[in-house]
């Protein structure tokens, strides 16, 4: 930091400031020292940093704080002088005695005065390690009263679960950040404005080429009068070409000059926008510096020993990914600790080292951000979550069966997915991890989980650099561009017709011993009848994994995203705007929402050739239902009883999605389930009786909640009517519509 940048604070500022890099200095040296890296350079930084805090505490009159920090000095000269070897429980208190001095730093006056009792016995601790001596009573070390909570809680366990107190961050941070996302969002709209010269430089050079033609029009014409001997019209063609000449180097010049403009202003465009990326960047180091130490107090309050490793540490990330990314990294790592770790006699048992080891791993790769969360511990069996599936009936048994290693690995990350298999059991992997796919899933990444059952487990998550600009696929759908963050497609392929199959009256290719259903993007996005081009984009994964047929492939570029204007609301499959290259506008497609729209799309039965989802029930004036259901089954079941008898069905894959699509189309009932994913059944019932447009709407419910509290909070949240699918018949459903909405054709007789 400059001594310009340094104007705004005070000198207690500063020495806080200086007092959390020191600590930095302290945690890092002394978790070292635990693995048993000691050495002489080892030993003099921390000497220093300890002696450094005591001289700036001194600055500003902070006795405590020199006490401190002199106490610490001498534990560490004397570990330089051979007098004693600095062992866990040594780390220990050096570790507490980190905690607070930073408490002591960041506590107002009066709240320091009160840690005199606190800062005395822990001078007695320090003292007792400097002896050599056993460990006195605990000493506890109070987190900061400014240090942020976790984002994630951790997940109860049997033994106290410790944690490093958080360190908060410069006050100057929070500025830092949003004043790079300003200026990084300004740098992308001056580089495309630069980019936006170039047709007008193209018209110019098109019209140089037209006055060029006209400049030998008029060669020609001076030529053939001087043939003819005219002295009249040779002055006049003369007087021509002497006033015409001066344009033509005055257009000269102003091309030269504009293309100069124009490659300077890109150029600037270009630097302001990796000044600005830099400024939002930081080391990956800087943003999880604090976890190796909650991971080693985790694994000690838990019987333990976790020793674990920054890989990429210099990897550039975004500031405002890292700290979105925080918690879900604090609950793989505690997942890793709680779950994966053995204890250390089942370790050796196993023929591994007594202490566990973590690897938490950052680098780039692909132009995107890959971290790695990695454990040597009992990884996860495949076949309990097969089993798993199967018992809360997330997937049929025979489905269930036939399952890759790949695809099961996908049940983690399902909300409230579980291997626990007794109440008194500690849960599995399970716990949390929806919550890193949704955090990945915002960011507009992905993430994966790969298990070496009794050798390991490891998550990776993939995220864009930055999220002010994505580097995306650009093509081409009914005749307008559109994007895809690259990070959300695998890859991309050429249609050839003859490839195509038909099973269950679904299109598809066959893909790397799979099926690959296939889809027209003009109407998963209801852009008419545009025939579907020949290049495939092939997005999601595992069993929700389709191919989007797009008229043409552009290719790739990094694309400054801009926020749709909040009066639109959340557009279906719509994520943000942006500018090409040329300057042409996009809309950056929402991948999560594309997803559900094409699932929906192909339980419909829709082809590449048709030009509207159901042409047939289009034609007619039938009654049109929305069916709003997470299970393809029960879904599946209710479009075909429904259309059988005549209604128009559309399908939604969950609340939001139900939402989504009664925004933009009009129904004339609704039926839906309560428990789904991202917005329930109630929930989608409250948001359209609120609605001025639908509050009207016929609502049925069909739930397997059978229970009279269940009906009544069905009722009382506005239902029209609610069936048990416990009981339930094809002829009550038929029956309850038919008097909620009557036939399907309107002045049609009873349900038969």
């Known amino acids: 930091m400059s001594i310009g940048d340094m104007s705004g604070f005070s000198m207690l500022d500063l020495f806080r400031m200086e007092a959390r890099d020191q600590a930095r200095v302290l945690t890092d ?24 805090v005591k001289g700036a505490a001194a600055i500003v009159g902070m006795e405590a704080v020199v006490r401190l920090a002199h106490a610490m000095e001498d534990v560490f000269v004397a570990a330089q002088h051979g007098r004693l070897a600095l062992d866990a429980s040594g780390a220990d208190r050096l570790l507490a005695a980190v905690d607070l001095m930073l408490a002591l730093a960041d506590a107002p006056e009066g709240e320091a005065a ?85 047709p007008w430089l193209d018209a110019l050079q098109r019209y140089k080429r037209q006055q060029r033609g006209a400049w030998d029009a008029v060669t020609r014409l001076q030529e053939a009068i001087a043939m003819h001997g005219d002295a009249r019209l040779v002055e006049l063609v003369e007087l021509l070409e002497q006033r015409a000449r001066p344009l033509r180097d005055d257009l000269h010049r102003i091309i030269v000059d504009a293309e100069n403009y124009e490659r300077q202003a890109a ?37 333990k020993d976790a020793r ?91 489905l269930a069966h036939g399952l890759n290693q790949e695809e099961l690995m996908e049940f983690l990350f399902l909300p409230g997915f579980s291997l626990k298999e007794s109440a008194n059991e500690m849960s599995g992997r399970g716990v949390g991890m929806d919550v890193v796919y949704e955090a990945a899933q915002r960011l507009g990444g992905s993430v994966r989980a790969e298990s070496r059952p009794g050798a390991g487990f490891t998550t990776v998550i993939t995220l864009p650099l930055t999220q002010s600009i994505v580097r995306a696929l ?88 801009q926020p749709l204007e909040p009066v639109f609301g959340k557009l279906r499959d719509v994520a943000a705007g942006a500018l090409l290259d040329d300057g042409t506008p996009a809309l950056v497609l929402d991948v999560p929402d594309l997803l559900l729209s094409i699932a929906r799309l192909l339980d419909q039965g829709a082809t590449l050739n048709a030009g509207r989802r159901d042409a047939a029930a289009a034609s007619g004036p039938a009654r049109r239902i929305l069916v709003v259901d997470d299970s393809m089954t029960v879904r599946e079941m209710q479009r075909k009883l429904l259309a059988a008898r005549g209604y128009r069905v559309d399908v939604a894959l969950d609340g939001i999605d139900g939402w989504n699509t009664l925004r933009g189309t009009d129904y004339d009932m609704v039926i839906t389930d309560i428990d789904m994913p991202r917005l329930d059944g109630i929930g989608l019932l409250e948001r359209i009786r609120q609605d001025p447009r639908l509050h009207r709407l016929p609502v049925m419910i069909v739930s397997y909640k059978d229970r009279p509290e269940d009906r009544a909070r069905g009722m009382e949240a506005g239902a029209d009517y609610y069936l048990a699918k416990g009981g339930f018949h094809d002829a009550t459903l038929l029956e309850a519509v038919h008097d909620l909405v009557g036939p399907a054709q309107p002045g049609g007789g009873e349900p038969q």
């Open 114 to 198: 009160a840690s005199a009792g606190t800062l005395e016995a822990m001078l007695d601790a320090l003292a007792a390690v400097q002896r050599g001596e056993a460990a006195p009573a605990a000493v506890s070390s109070p987190v900061p009263a400014s240090a942020p909570s976790p984002v994630l809680p951790p997940e109860p366990a049997p033994a106290a679960q410790p944690q490093a107190a958080a360190e908060p961050a410069p006050a100057s941070a929070p500025a830092l950040s949003g004043a790079g996302e300003d200026l990084l969002t300004l740098a992308g709209q001056a580089r495309l404005h630069a980019g936006q010269l170039r």
């Open 29 to 52: 040296g002394l978790l070292r020292l635990e693995r048993g890296e000691v050495d002489a350079a080892l030993l003099e930084s921390l000497m220093r940093a300890a002696h450094s």
């Open 308 to 398: 674990m490793v920054i890989e990429g540490a210099d990897t550039l990330v975004d500031r405002a990914v890292l700290a979105r990314i925080e918690g879900p990294l604090n609950q793989l790592l505690r997942n890793a600790v709680d779950h994966g770790l053995e204890a250390p006699a089942d370790r050796l048992a196993a023929g591994k080292p007594a202490a566990g080891g973590i690897v938490l791993a950052a680098r780039h790769r692909g132009g995107m951000l890959a971290i790695e969360v990695s454990d040597d511990g009992r990884g996860v069996d495949p076949e309990r979550i097969r089993r798993a599936a199967v018992a809360r009936q997330l997937a049929p048994a025979a």
């Open 474 to 561: 650009v093509v081409d759908i009914a005749g307008e561009a559109y994007a895809l963050p690259i990070a959300r497609v695998e890859r991309v392929l050429r249609l050839a017709r003859e490839d195509i199959r038909t099973l269950s009256g679904r299109e598809y290719l066959a893909l790397d011993g799979g099926h690959l259903g296939l889809v027209a993007a003009s109407q998963v996005l209801d852009l008419g009848t545009a025939a579907a081009g020949d290049a495939v984009v092939v997005i999601g994964a595992a069993r929700e994994r389709y191919g989007l047929v797009v008229d043409r492939v552009r290719g790739e570029q990094s694309l400054s995203v």
């Open 267 to 303: 150029s600037v465009g270009a630097r302001l926008v990796d000044e600005a990326r830099a400024l939002r960047m930081c080391r990956f180091a800087e943003g999880v510096h604090g976890l190796p130490r909650m991971v080693r107090d985790l694994a000690r309050g838990l019987g």
